[in-house]
């Protein structure tokens, strides 16, 4: 069941994190794959998202909003709640700029002053209200991977990043109010195009699938993480993060393995989605 953050942790633009590959997953023993780097919070507190303090700690205007912006296990829930303070000091949000193959068609559509056209959805970020998000584990994706699904409930098309912020956490040290949090965020793809992200229509929902462990291998994989972190799109705070509990699904029970996660970019189709959470895609 998805929930509303109320974590003392930060999740990293993943833009920002190409620096920090050499960190990638040291918590776990994997490397990242990708263009985008994963980042093992346990690691280093460099970028770790941060355990649980009340919104009022950490007000959204304190994270700069940047440029465009943002799951199928039923029992997800969804409205914006607040979340997290860090502990440390973060980069702050960056933007993710136009380049991508998230997009559905590879440019806007004319009519920029049509509510439902591409170029409005581009010229509108989604805001945290206007969007819901559900994570958890879809049968057809496999043991490993789990589907993320963001909804636009609003009357007009908006924007969202090319793929969801995402983190891989160990629950009880986010929420533990003391100690190094422990987190992984996911390699994502490099071959983004020249679009500016996805454009999400009124009532429509967008796709996006991880992987918790691409290669299936348990050498050197954590089963220390057993919470999903998401954020809709670059441009929220953190006070729209959705957290959902992870668990092992076929085979034996407790966490699961992670071991280089890898993201795929935003899609029309779960199936499409899918398609592209593979390293090296």
């Known amino acids: 069941m998805s929930t509303h953050s109320t974590a003392r942790r930060r999740i990293l633009p993943l833009s920002l994190l190409t620096a920090a590959a050499v960190l990638a997953l040291s918590a776990c023993g994997g490397g990242a794959n990708g263009a985008g780097a994963g980042s093992a919070a346990g690691a280093t507190p460099a970028g770790s998202p941060a355990a649980s303090q009340p919104a009022a700690s950490q007000p959204a205007a304190s994270q700069p ?18 979340s997290a303070a860090t502990g440390h000091p973060s980069p702050a949000r960056s933007s993710v700029q136009p380049s991508a ?7 806007p559509k004319p009519g920029g002053s ?6 409005y959805a581009f010229a509108h970020p989604c805001a945290g209200e206007q969007v819901t998000v559900k994570a958890g584990y879809d049968a057809q994706l496999g043991a490993t991977r789990r589907l993320i699904q963001v909804t636009n409930t609003g009357g007009t098309a908006c924007g969202l990043s090319f793929y969801p912020l995402v983190a891989i956490d160990a629950a009880a040290t986010v929420r533990g109010g003391s100690g190094q949090v422990q987190t992984v965020q996911p390699a994502v793809p490099g071959d983004l195009g020249d679009g500016q992200g996805y454009p999400l229509q009124a009532g429509h929902t ?12 348990t050498a050197g994989a954590s089963r220390q993480y057993d919470e999903l972190s998401v954020i809709a799109s670059t441009s929220l705070p953190n006070a729209y993060t959705v957290s ?3 668990t092992e699904q076929g085979g034996s029970p407790g966490n699961p393995y992670v071991k280089s996660p ?9 199936a499409d989605a899918a398609a592209t959470a593979v390293p090296g895609h």
């Not at 193959?101 to 440019?107: D, I, L, M, Y």
């Not at 049509?114 to 170029?119: F, L």
């Open 65 to 82: 909003a940047a440029s465009p912006p943002g799951a199928s296990q039923p029992g997800s829930a969804t409205q914006p709640a607040g």
């Open 101 to 107: 193959a998230g997009t559905r068609s590879g440019s």
């Open 114 to 119: 049509d509510t439902a056209s591409d170029a």
């Open 206 to 217: 967008a796709y996006a699938v991880i992987d918790l462990n691409p290669g299936h291998g």
């Open 244 to 246: 959902t509990a992870i």
């Open 262 to 270: 890898f993201l795929g970019r935003y899609s029309d189709t779960i």
